[in-house]
């Protein structure tokens, strides 16, 4: 049985020391790439998912993940990269990323993606996945902000996902995801503040 245990964000990172605070390569590009739409905004204002620049970002696409932001109850993934298909989330592509999430951290995954487009911020996470062969490894995860022109979407999230460190490596075909805990969250100012009250839902 797991426990769990309310825990506060680690830190708080800016859009010009967050390539540095990234551990995978995947969010390091990911950071730099959205730092450089922040400054080529003329009014500091979030880039639109409209003007997305999809060649900008053909080096993260595998690790990518875009979710679509409906207050109160939605968060529908619109596209997910291959890498991400294979070793994190198969089948997740037109699924309700809430519905996926353990009930018990599901208020608090709430709460992560609204405040990401509300505020607007974003956050780097460090995630703990289990795998079928009772192994586990460490990823990253790097969430920011497009804002929306959709009619009933509040906000789009782009989030890369990839393995830290030495456990990097592809998953063997054999070998298959099984669930995920979130063990650490750093939140980032993009220049209008964080949610200083935000508490995660973490396992002991």
Request: hydrophobic share 40%; net charge negative; with cysteine.
């Amino acid at each position: 049985m797991v426990e769990w245990r309310s825990k506060k964000p680690e830190r708080t990172l800016h859009p010009a020391d967050l390539a540095a605070a990234c551990r995978t390569a995947p969010a390091r590009r990911f950071a730099t790439i959205y730092a450089d739409w922040m400054a080529a905004s003329p009014d500091g204002r979030i880039p639109e998912k409209a003007t997305m620049d999809l060649v900008r970002l053909a080096p993260v696409m595998t690790d990518l993940m875009l979710f679509a932001v409906s207050k109160p109850d939605r968060c529908l993934c619109r596209l997910a990269g291959e890498a991400v298909k294979r070793e994190v989330a198969a089948g997740i592509v037109g699924r309700n990323y809430y519905e996926i999430v353990p009930e018990e951290r599901r208020a608090h995954a709430r709460s992560a993606m609204h405040m990401v487009v509300d505020r607007p911020s974003g956050y780097r996470a460090e995630v703990v996945q289990r795998l079928s062969n009772d192994y586990e490894r460490t990823l990253e995860s790097l969430a920011l902000p497009l804002r929306s022109t959709e009619p009933g979407v509040d906000g789009f999230i782009l989030i890369t996902v990839a393995p830290i460190g030495e456990s990097d490596a592809s998953l063997p075909d054999a070998v298959k995801p099984v669930g995920v805990s979130i063990t650490r969250r750093d939140l980032i100012d993009l220049g209008f503040g964080v949610e200083e009250d935000f508490v995660d839902y973490m396992p002991e």
